[in-house]
């Protein structure tokens, strides 16, 4: 079992900037990849950002430039370091860990861009 945390949402005024962190704890798991969703109200969840153990990282068009994504193996830790943030970026970001046996998830957190 692998239990996934997540923290660094709120609210933040167009332009401005966040930085989401996920934990993942539990015993013999190895995530690969791990990555953020987001779902806004009455929409499905999409990919936003992606990082394999190995370093390699895939994004979302609609957040490519703006958005980072980075990882601490040791800590088994995600970020997603978000700037210039819109209004359209509001949505609930989950935090993911693929395994070899299923997918796991974070209990999201919001993030409102409102001014």
């Known amino acids: 079992q692998v239990q996934l945390v997540e923290a660094g949402g709120g609210l933040v005024q167009p332009g401005g900037s966040l930085r989401l962190s996920c934990a993942a704890s539990g015993t013999g798991f190895v995530c690969n990849p791990m990555g953020w969703y987001r779902q806004a109200p009455g929409k499905q969840r999409d990919l936003v950002a992606t990082?394999?153990?190995?370093?390699?990282?895939t994004y979302a068009d609609s957040v490519q430039g703006r958005f980072t994504i980075s990882a601490d193996n040791a800590k088994n830790t995600v970020y997603l370091h978000m700037n210039s943030l819109k209004p359209e970026d509001t949505a609930v970001y989950y935090c993911y860990c693929r395994r070899l046996i299923g997918t796991s998830w974070g209990q999201g957190t919001q993030v409102t861009v409102s001014s």
């Open positions: 990082i394999t153990r190995g370093g390699s990282v």
